[in-house]
């Protein structure tokens, strides 16, 4: 077990793939974690994500943190990034995960994209599922319902040929 073991025999678990009941969020939240917590520098990356590909691989990326904070990175796109380099594969699902700061404590938790990672994913990877945090657990949810009503542009067809599906 991963876990810190606590007073009276509790056991004190930092990484929060124990939450998942699904095998595959328990297995990008692992990665997302291992990544974060191995690659983890206060004030510049906090955050991991990590994307399957339908043939089963699984590409991370770590949250780039700027001085001019619209200049950030986040994890999710990061991810992104690295799947489009290295597969043509349909992305399927995603996880993130935020490391806390040594003034605060506590286990790393799971966390949702934000909008502008919402709608990118959504412009790549419309199929995709993305844990959430729900009830103190990391659920798999079609990233679909977190994006409602996903802007749709003129750029390019609603199918692009270079598209993860």
């Avoid at 700061?101 to 966390?111: Q, T």
Wanted: aromatic fraction near 6%; proline fraction near 8%.
């Amino acid at each position: 077990m991963n876990g810190h073991t606590l007073a009276a025999g509790v056991v004190f678990n930092p990484n929060p793939a124990g939450t998942c009941p699904d095998e595959t969020a328990a297995r990008l939240v692992a990665t997302a974690y291992e990544t974060i917590r191995s690659r983890y520098v206060e004030g510049r990356r906090q955050i991991a994500a990590a994307v399957l590909a339908a043939d089963g691989r699984v590409f991370a990326g770590v949250h780039l943190e700027a001085m001019v904070g619209c200049y950030s990175l986040c994890a999710e796109r990061a991810a992104l990034a690295q799947a489009a380099i290295y597969t043509d594969q349909p992305l399927v699902a995603m996880a993130a995960v935020r490391y806390p700061k040594p003034s605060e404590g506590g286990p790393a938790r799971i966390v949702a994209p934000c909008g502008g990672c919402r709608e990118l994913l959504s412009d790549h990877a419309p199929g995709l599922r993305v844990v959430v945090p729900r009830e103190g657990r990391g659920l798999l949810v079609p990233l679909a319902e977190l994006l409602p009503d996903k802007y749709v542009g003129t750029k390019w067809a609603t199918t692009p040929a270079n598209y993860h599906q």
